[in-house]
């Protein structure tokens, strides 16, 4: 069970480069979801899924997409990376139920290891 | 809105000394859960407690201890007899129940320094 992985741990853009931070978890839990951690502050919620097909945007979504076409992996995608950018970036899942007209929150998140991503 | 505030930005102590992290969380919601996270210098965040809104017992865990108090919307941490090794930033989180698919707010961390 490795829980939650991400890839890279490490990477640098130029400003205007795309890439793809992966995200994949093996607890089968419904709910995964990206943060940004920057220095001094706690971690804002770029975007998140509560299951295959849905996704839906938090906190700082501008300049990033996602997709969830499996119940596994949630990968991030920064269209034209910019120095705001500049962050380290964490995947986060956690078990959900389903009760009345939506779906909640049973348990903890849990995290991966990072990616810290420098836009020069 | 959900918020979450933790006012001490830094804090030093001497090892075996006695340390408490405050936590204040704004929520409108009746039922939520309220958590712990510890990120040592490598970086990774590791989930220390969760206490959900319906649950105002304390909790002690060897030398970590959580005071959860309602009417005062806090979720106070202590780490009794400090060692070097809780060196790290610790957040506090709020994350909703009912509403808005669960969705976490965390504090701005709390960095702990033990010194030997």
């Known amino acids: 069970n490795a829980g939650v992985t991400q890839t890279p741990k490490f990477q640098v853009l130029k400003t205007g480069q795309s890439m793809t931070l992966q995200c994949a978890q093996d607890m089968n839990h419904e709910y995964m979801s990206w943060y940004r951690q920057d220095p001094g502050m706690g971690l804002r919620l770029i975007h998140y899924?509560?299951?295959?097909?849905?996704?839906d945007q938090g906190e700082v979504p501008n300049g990033y997409n996602v997709s969830r076409s499996t119940t596994e992996d949630f990968p991030l995608r920064l269209l034209s990376a910019a120095p705001s950018q500049t962050s380290v970036y964490f995947c986060?899942?956690?078990?959900?139920?389903?009760?009345?007209?939506?779906?909640?929150?049973?348990?903890?998140?849990?995290f991966g290891p990072g990616t810290r991503l420098t836009v020069l | 809105a959900q918020k979450v505030t933790q006012a001490q930005t830094e804090i030093s102590v001497v090892e075996k000394e006695d340390v408490t992290l405050d936590c204040v969380y704004e929520t409108r919601d009746t039922t939520y859960y309220l958590f712990w996270y510890k990120q040592p210098p490598s970086g990774e965040l590791v989930f220390l407690i969760r206490?959900?809104?319906?649950?105002?017992q304390n909790e002690i865990s060897g030398r970590y201890s959580w005071n959860f108090q309602k009417s005062t919307s806090s979720f106070n941490f202590t780490i009794t007899a400090s060692q070097v090794v809780d060196s790290a930033v610790y957040f506090c989180?709020?994350?909703?129940?009912?509403?808005?698919?669960?969705?976490?707010?965390f504090g701005d961390g709390t960095t702990l320094t033990v010194k030997p």
């Open positions: 989180a709020l994350s909703e129940i009912d509403t808005n698919a669960g969705k976490s707010t």
């Open positions: 986060a899942s956690k078990k959900t139920g389903l009760a009345g007209g939506g779906p909640y929150t049973t348990d903890t998140q849990y």
């Open positions: 206490r959900n809104s319906f649950d105002e």
């Open positions: 899924s509560v299951g295959a097909g849905i996704t």
